[in-house]
């Protein structure tokens, strides 16, 4: 049986961090995301922020629209200390 791969965390705390810095609801999120094509929920929003669904690459990248940032930015506090090199 294969290892299932887990959503970091820190990915969802960090869009959160950021939707609150900009002072938006997920509401508000979520509509700007839906103006974009985007076929996401309130609920499925909700979702990724606490860590509970993995985030389609289609989603963060209008995230990167809605927050003005680069992509780089919601890595930052991403903690990979407990990765053993492979060489």
Do not use: C, P, W
């Not at 900009?22 to 995301?33: A, D, G, P, S």
């Amino acid at each position: 049986m294969g290892q299932k791969l887990k959503q970091d965390i820190q990915i969802g705390s960090m869009i959160r961090k950021l939707r609150i810095e900009r002072h938006m609801t997920q509401e508000q999120v979520v509509t700007k995301l839906q103006l974009e094509n985007l076929d996401i929920t309130r609920s499925i929003y909700s979702q990724i922020e606490g860590g509970r669904y993995s985030i389609r690459i289609s989603i963060l990248a209008g995230l990167v629209k809605v927050f003005r940032v680069d992509y780089n930015t919601f890595f930052q506090e991403v903690d990979i200390s407990h990765l053993k090199s492979k060489e």
